[in-house]
């Protein structure tokens, strides 16, 4: 089993740009596919952006491309989301979350099995 923590979140104006990071215990890290997620108050947790066990594949949300950026750094065992031109929209609990094995682009969210506590991200206008 892996443990996952968030880190980063904060308040930031819109425009602006904040780092998230998720440092992970556990042996095989690089075995996980690695995923963000965030939640707005009275949605559904809906996906960010992941990436397979080597950070050499990417996928992302329409709602995000080109703004933000999701990297690896297996050597630390900890996945960065960086975020940039960020929207009021954007908003939202930001967590973290490992797919066990092969991983190819699964976003929903039973797919994943491990998870972190989440991080408030808040984007005032």
């Known amino acids: 089993q892996v443990q996952l923590v968030e880190s980063g979140g904060g308040l930031v104006q819109a425009g602006g740009s904040l780092r998230l990071s998720c440092a992970a215990s556990?042996?095989?890290?690089?075995?996980?596919?690695m995923a963000w997620f965030r939640q707005a108050p009275g949605k559904e947790r809906e996906f960010v952006a992941s990436?397979?066990?080597?950070?050499?594949?990417?996928w992302y949300a329409d709602s995000v491309k080109g703004r933000f950026t999701i990297s690896r750094d297996n050597a630390k065992s900890t996945v960065y989301l960086q975020m940039n031109s960020l929207k009021p929209e954007d908003t939202a609990v930001y967590y973290c979350?490992?797919?066990?094995?092969?991983?190819?682009?699964?976003?929903?969210?039973?797919?994943?099995?491990?998870w972190g506590q989440g991080t408030q991200v808040t984007v005032s206008s």
């Open positions: 979350a490992a797919y066990a094995g092969w991983y190819n682009g699964a976003t929903s969210v039973r797919e994943f099995g491990a």
């Open positions: 556990g042996r095989t890290f690089t075995g996980y596919g």
């Open positions: 990436a397979s066990g080597s950070g050499l594949r990417t």
